[in-house]
């Protein structure tokens, strides 16, 4: 169910992509993204999927550079636009209706939410010491890149604070050539991101292959095709994101619990061990 929600998000994040940047009729870019992640879900294009999904560190990248230039070019009017945001005069639809730390704990426990299954398979074909390392660089990097693009954000907060995808109104501001390759490659990722959680929404309820499957498959696109183009992206992604992340923040408890309880089961397990041992000694 969650992947299927996020995929409806992708869905928006499609269509005001294409009607931001390119000025298509609402509607399209979410048909042009359900047609290919439908037909990629029951036809199996992977190799098409494997060459885009590559294109996910470029987009981080991209975004990291846009951010630093446009944070650079406007950082003078960052205190003003810090005290407006603050203000609340501008109105922007906030998860955790402006309080910091539930925003926080609902980006925590989305971020969880969505890479559960793809950690698990990590930590699976992995050492300890490297999937450690591995999370902690990831972690810095990801977020300084966040903390960056805010930055670059509320200094154009005027412009950015009512567009669907911000980070494409920054873009233009430098350089519309520029603008355009980053909506085709966010388009590109949006794709590459979508066919995997329609196909796990899916695959919950029916085999792969089979009639059913692809029964559902066009169903579960058109529908999330059809909400998206019918609620509006900020919407989507403030009340599904947020809520998902929610309950990521409550599983993470439960996973907290559970560390606490394997660990003090251990040291039950070797303290009687060494008793015994040292009885028979």
């Given at each position: 169910f969650f992947c299927y929600m996020c995929f409806i998000v992708m869905c928006g994040g499609a269509n005001s992509t294409a009607?931001?940047?390119?000025?298509?009729?609402?509607?399209?870019?979410?048909?042009?993204?359900?047609?290919?992640?439908?037909?990629?879900?029951?036809?199996?294009?992977?190799?098409?999927?494997?060459?885009?999904?590559?294109?996910?560190?470029?987009?981080?990248?991209?975004?990291?550079?846009?951010?630093?230039?446009?944070?650079?070019?406007?950082?003078?009017?960052?205190?003003?636009?810090?005290?407006?945001?603050?203000?609340?005069?501008?109105?922007?639809?906030?998860?955790?209706?402006?309080?910091?730390?539930?925003?926080?704990?609902?980006?925590?426990?989305?971020?969880?939410l969505w890479f559960a299954a793809f950690l698990g398979e990590v930590g699976a074909k992995n050492k300890l010491k490297e999937v450690n390392y591995g999370m902690l660089l990831s972690t810095v990097f990801i977020m300084g890149t966040a903390v960056l693009a805010s930055i670059a954000l509320i200094c154009y907060i005027g412009e950015t604070g009512h567009a669907d995808i911000p980070a494409l109104v920054l873009a233009n501001s430098i350089s519309p050539?520029?603008?355009?390759?980053?909506?085709?490659?966010?388009?590109?990722?949006?794709?590459?991101?979508?066919?995997?959680?329609?196909?796990?929404g899916v695959g919950k309820v029916a085999k792969e292959g089979t009639q059913k499957y692809k029964l559902l498959t066009v169903?579960?696109?058109?529908?999330?095709?059809v909400i998206a183009c019918f609620l509006p992206y900020k919407g989507l992604v403030n009340v599904l994101y947020g809520m998902n992340g929610y309950l990521g923040f409550i599983l993470v408890g439960f996973m907290l619990v559970y560390d606490i309880r394997t660990r003090m089961s251990k040291t039950k397990l070797h303290s009687k061990m060494a008793t015994a041992e040292h009885a028979i000694a």
């Open positions: 009607t931001q940047q390119w000025g298509l009729p609402n509607g399209v870019g979410a048909v042009i993204l359900t047609a290919c992640v439908i037909a990629t879900a029951i036809f199996g294009l992977d190799g098409i999927l494997n060459a885009l999904g590559k294109i996910g560190p470029l987009i981080i990248v991209i975004i990291l550079l846009v951010s630093v230039m446009s944070g650079v070019k406007g950082i003078g009017n960052f205190t003003a636009n810090l005290k407006q945001v603050d203000s609340g005069d501008l109105k922007l639809a906030q998860v955790g209706n402006g309080n910091p730390l539930l925003s926080g704990f609902s980006y925590g426990g989305f971020v969880i050539i520029l603008a355009q390759a980053l909506a085709i490659i966010i388009f590109c990722g949006i794709y590459t991101t979508s066919v995997p959680l329609l196909w796990t169903i579960g696109g058109v529908v999330g095709c």
